[in-house]
């Protein structure tokens, strides 16, 4: 199994600045995934994240609005810059499957004003 | 069209109603997830499912390939099973890891 934390679990923020999340798994992983989840709408994957090459971003999104770092089997961070209140969201991290069974972190519920 | 499709978007049930929720695809998988979503946030993966079916207490999930169609059941329902529904699947095509959501089925059963 597979304990993922989250940090910060919510917060409120400036529309121009940026925001970094941080997601923690209790175990290594290879692959760590971001995905975001506008007001009552269904999950859509940001990027893939891979310890020790570049994320790999899904259509519409990019490196310079979502940067992502991987420094090690256990930790990822997602940067959401230059928000906008479009940018209103949870964001959640997530791993796996293992033994049948997809892990998702408590996610970040993002308010941008 | 999406790649995954759900039915109903929201269902109200009476407390002990059996229930069911669909979910269709139309790309080749690997598998398929089926996910709780509390009104909180998180997410708890109930099954995730290549053929046939699975049973977990009072959940029931199943899978058609060749139709490409799934069902969760939920049997005797209570009022703590309210929450969304999410169906996912992970295709053939992409990383068996990488997962593809359904627009979530809200479930409200009332006591």
């Known amino acids: 199994s597979a304990v993922i934390s989250q940090k910060p679990s919510r917060d409120i923020c400036q529309r121009g600045t940026s925001l970094t999340i941080q997601c923690q798994v209790d175990?290594?992983?290879?692959?760590m995934f971001w995905y975001r989840q506008q007001p009552g709408q269904s999950l859509t994957l940001i990027a893939t994240?891979?310890?020790?090459?570049?994320?790999?971003?899904e259509s519409g999104f990019v490196i310079d609005k979502f940067p992502i770092s991987r420094p090690n089997l256990t930790f990822s961070t997602l940067t959401v810059s230059n928000m906008s209140p479009e940018d209103s969201s949870i964001y959640l991290c997530?791993?796996?499957?293992?033994?049948?069974?997809?892990?998702f972190g408590p996610g970040t519920r993002l308010t941008v004003l | 069209k999406n790649e995954v499709e759900q039915s109903p978007q929201n269902l109200t049930a009476q407390e002990g109603e059996f229930i069911t929720i669909n979910c269709s695809y139309s790309?080749?998988?690997?598998?398929l997830h089926w996910l709780q979503q509390h009104p909180g946030g998180g997410i708890v993966s109930l099954f995730m499912?290549?053929?046939g079916k699975k049973k977990h207490g009072r959940l029931i999930a199943t899978i058609n390939i060749q139709e490409k169609h799934s069902s969760l059941h939920i049997t005797a329902s209570h009022p703590r099973d309210s929450a969304v529904y999410i169906c996912?699947?992970?295709?053939?095509?992409?990383?068996?890891?990488?997962?593809?959501f359904g627009e979530g089925t809200q479930l409200t059963v009332n006591p």
């Open positions: 997530s791993v796996g499957p293992w033994a049948d069974t997809q892990y």
């Open positions: 175990s290594q992983v290879t692959m």
């Open positions: 994240a891979n310890q020790g090459s570049e994320a790999t971003y």
């Open positions: 790309v080749g998988i690997s598998a």
């Open positions: 499912l290549s053929s």
């Open positions: 996912a699947v992970s295709s053939e095509e992409t990383s068996g890891s990488r997962l593809t």
